[in-house]
Structures are given as structure tokens and as C-alpha cells.
């Protein structure tokens, strides 16, 4: 410190004539006066720097690299104790109030005037509400985007305040999706479909609402009697599977023009042949949905899909708007409610001739009450005493109408990105005529866990158009996210495809690369930016189910066809799944 003074001196003395151009204002003053010995010290520094570089340094100006004046200065030193070193403390700051998360200011106003309007829906919006959020640059029930542009315009957490059922936040970052779902405990709760609740509970006057929208306690002990008849896929039905698929390509056959193009209404098919593979798995029927005779318009297949489609548009169309079905029967609300009646006429008279079959069987009851691991789904719930044939109804009809439009659609998602990339579909078909190279070569359990291309492809596809492209949870307790405090009983939507498609998740996140998935090492692989069936106990059901329906169906087209796409990029409309907005018009192409 000592050599410091006569530096602090000459400072002060320089200081006291210099000019001043204006008077000092009482804040400037202010500032003068509070000067510390560490303000000093950095004055002196930066001073002594300014004087010793007056202007710009020539060549005759410049100090000599052994000048003895340099070498003086640059033998300075500050002799520093240790000991008086202080440690620093870092100080954890207080997460901030739930009220202080940015959301739209908009919703404050309407808050007040809420009450006069019905109840919103749950999974998310109504139209009025998106325009009023995003200036009505945007529409609903298209997309994802009015999701991504509240990220975009408020930042990684969003709080929707106000009208809607509580309070609700949106969360797209895979730590926040982790917190969220690490605090969601054994029993966790999420929302329902609230006009499928009221179709149970005031339509048909069921004893519960469905197992869908089950909470808590129930909803485990419903998943815990159901959960190992939809996780193991019987070995002995793969067979039949592979028979719906050859149908499907015989139908192909059929359909196709001389280009190889397929008619504009191609994801019918699709949805005929997710349709075949669930009621083989479920209730050892072929109902010939994807046979001539089916697409009669009197026949049983062809009620079944017209009702399925029908039920899947406007159940969309009632729970993602205001809920006036609640105080009277809509038009929408009446073509779903008629919709729903014909598909639970069909799983109730398919309920009762397994009843009929098992009773008949009592040999199979006397060896434990269980069925041979050949036996269908439907054998296998009604053999477990736990769960009640009405429960099964309507898990069944959940499972159809969001379950198989959603296989059909993941299925049309994956033809479409192997026909957007004709390298990555010659790599497939490669692995594919490498465990079987014969086209009549019937593709089995071992054949379609060692295609781990396959797997990757379905993965990445999955990544880009999962099936949900959000999913929900309440709170149980309080949590602290990104430095607010989240309280209790909060609705969580996690935006889960926008997770998968953010560039600080993958590398080129909109490209189809399905190599990200074969190095366990990757980056890219994190456990919670990509959950395409969700995540615990909440997750799909039905997940075995319809990868092995994926896998089995994409390895016989691959091999048999080259599938191309030349139309404009096919995208995805939100209808309480993700479906594809533009026809599948793709070419199926003989391979020589």
C-alpha cells in the first residue's frame, strides 16, 4: 500500500484542476461522494493507462521492448497478504412469486368476466383465446405454432392465468419436463377428456367415466390388472399381423394408378389396416376392413370407420372449445355422442361372445384364471377378476379412438420422411433383405428385435410427429422451475414436441437422421426431450403394441416397394393426436 499512495496522491491533486464544462447535478455529486478505495484504485489504473497512450502510437513513439523506463514499470508489483484476501460467498437467491411468470396480459382483463362464459376445455384453448394471444396472425386447431410462438414471445416457461380451469403453465426445456415428471410420484395425475366423461357419465350412465380419465389410486390399480396384457405381445399373433399388412399391400395392388400413385384418400387405408391389427390383437377377429366386401358402405368394417372418423373429428372439435355441450346437446356433441354408441355397440357384442367363449371353457378358470399366452387381449382382461367388463369397454373404446387413429398416423408420418430420404430408405431396405431377403419370408420376433435401423428410423420419426404433441400433469405438491415457485395443484403442459425439435436439443433438429439413435453416447439422446408415449405410469398402454405393428408393416413395404413422395412437404394438423394435413399420395414402386 505504500507504493499505492503517492499513485492515490497525485490523483487527487489532478483531480482538483481539472475543468469541469458543467455544473455537477445533485446525482453526479452523489456519486462523487461515495467513492471506495476500490473506485480509487481502478481510477488510478485506467488514468495512468490514458496518460501513458495519449493518441495513436507510431512507430517513433513506441516504447522498445527492453526500454529501461518499460522494463521499470513492468517490474511494479503489489505485494498482497493472503490473509486478507476475502473468501466470496455466493448467495442463493429466493425463486420468485408465481405471479411474476410471463403470460399473455389479455387473459387478466377476461378474467374478471369468465364467470358468464362456460368452463374451457382442459387439453388446452379455445380458437377466441389463440387469436386474442397471438394478434390473430395465427390460427387453432392446425398446429403446434400458437404453442411455439407463446414460447417465442414470453420464454421458456409461460403461465396462463385466470380463466381457464386454475392455473395453468406451459414448459418446453427437457430439466423443467424432468422436474416436473420426477415430482409426479406413484400415482400421477393428468388431464381427461372431458367430452368422452360426459358421454359415460350422462349419455350412457356408466358406472365411471373410463379408465382414461381415471386419477390417483384408481387409475393405478386399474393399470397395474391391465398393464402386462398390453406390454407383451403374443408371439403367436405376429402371424396374423403379418397377414393384415400383406392385405394391406395387396390392396396397394389394387389402388394404385400407372404412375404407382396411390388415390388422395390413402390414410383410410391406413387407418382400415391399424383398425385390422387392434381387433386381431384384441379380439382374435378378422372383420375384413381392407377385403372388397368391407368397403361396402352397409357392411360392419365400413360403420366401424366411418364411426371412428367421425368420433375422432368432432370429439377434437368439442374439447378444444368452449364446452356448451355441458349445458345442452350440441350438433357436434350429437354426431360424436351417435358416433361412440355404434363403436361401443361393436366392443360390447365382441364382450360378450368372449364371455360366452370363456364360460364354455371352464377348464381354462380351474388352472388359476388365466389365459395361455396364445389367447387375445379381451380373454386375458376378462379372465383378471379385478377389473370390471365395463371398465374394459371403455378403456377399449379410448384406445380406438385415440390409440388406432394414432398408430395409423405415426405409420404415415414414418412412409413419408423414408420417402423424403431415398438414402436412409435404400440403408433400411439393405438391413431388411439382410435378415430376410426372400419377399414370402415371414418376419419374426428375433428378425424384428435385430433391425435396430428400423428402430431408428421409427424413433426419429416419432421425434419429429409424436403421436401427443403435448402431454399434462398436476401438480402434487410445490415445486420451484426456472426460479419461480409453482404451487400445488398447478395444470403442467409440457410441449413435448416442441422439446424434440429445438436446435439446443439435436443437431439439425428438423432433418430426418436416424443415426442419432444408434450410439447410446450421443448427446442427443437425452432421457426427457424426446417422450413420443409419454413418460411412468401415465404412459401409453398400447406402446409394444403399435411399435411392433410399425416395424412389421414398414419391413414388408420397404422390401417389397421403393416408396416416393413429389407433392409439397406434408406437415401435421392438431386433432387431439397429430394427423397428417396433406393426402398420402405417395408411389409405391415394384422393386426389380
Known sequence: MQRLLPKILSLSRRCSVMKVSKPLTANEGQKCLNLTASDIISASMTQTQAAAMPGPLTRADAIPLLDPAAAEVSTTTFEVSPLGMEPQVTVEKAPLPFEEIPGPAVLKIWEKYWKYVPLLGTQLFSSLLINRFTQGRLSWNRNVTPLKYLFNEYGCIVRINGPLSGEIVMIHRPEHIAEVLKQEGAVPARSGIDILQHYRLNHRKCRLAGPYSLQGSEWLEVREKVEREFRQIATGFLDKIDMVSDELISRIYEIRNRQDEVPANFHEDMIRWAMECFCTLTFNKHLGFLEPAGYNPTSEPARIISALMTAHKYMSRCETGFQVWRFFLTPFARKLFEACDI??????????????????????????????????????????????????????????????????????????????????????????????????????????????????????????????????????????????????????????????????????????????????????????????????????????????????????????????????????????????????????????
Open 343 to 592: 363403436l361401443d355397440g361393436v366392443i360390447g357384442k365382441y364382450v360378450r361372445q368372449t364371455q360366452s367363449n370363456l364360460r364354455s371353457r371352464s377348464s381354462l378358470m380351474e388352472k388359476g384364471g388365466r389365459a395361455e399366452d396364445s389367447s387375445p387381449v379381451l380373454e386375458k382382461l376378462l379372465l383378471n377378476e379385478g377389473v370390471h367388463p365395463d371398465d374394459i369397454c371403455t378403456l377399449l373404446m379410448d384406445m380406438i379412438i385415440l390409440g388406432v387413429q394414432a398408430t395409423a398416423n405415426c405409420e404415415a408420418f414414418l412412409l413419408y420422411h423414408l420417402a423424403r430420404n431415398p438414402r436412409t430408405q435404400r440403408k433400411l431396405y439393405d438391413e431388411i433383405v439382410s435378415v430376410s431377403a426372400s419377399k414370402g419370408t415371414p418376419f419374426t420376433e428375433n428378425t424384428l428385435k435385430n433391425m435396430r435401423y428400423l428402430q431408428a428410423c421409427i424413433q426419429e420419426s416419432l421425434r419429429l410427429r409424436p403421436a401427443f404433441p403435448y402431454f399434462t400433469r398436476l401438480l402434487p405438491k410445490t415445486i420451484s422451475l426456472h426460479g419461480y415457485t409453482i404451487p400445488k395443484g398447478t395444470f403442467i403442459i409440457m410441449a413435448n414436441q416442441i422439446t424434440s425439435q429445438r436446435e439446443e436439443n439435436y443437431e439439425d433438429p428438423d432433418k430426418f437422421r436416424p443415426e442419432r439413435w444408434l450410439t447410446s453416447s450421443s448427446k442427443e439422446n437425452t432421457d426427457f426431450s424426446s417422450l413420443p408415449f409419454g413418460y411412468g405410469a401415465r404412459s401409453c398402454l398400447g406402446k409394444n403394441m403399435a411399435e411392433a405393428n410399425m416395424m412389421l408393416l414398414t419391413a414388408k413395404l420397404v422390401r417389397q416397394y421403393r416408396i416416393e413422395y413429389d407433392y409439397a412437404d406434408i406437415k401435421s394438423n392438431f386433432m387431439m393426436v397429430n394427423v397428417p394435413n396433406k393426402p398420402l399420395r405417395f408411389r409405391f414402386v415394384d422393386r426389380s
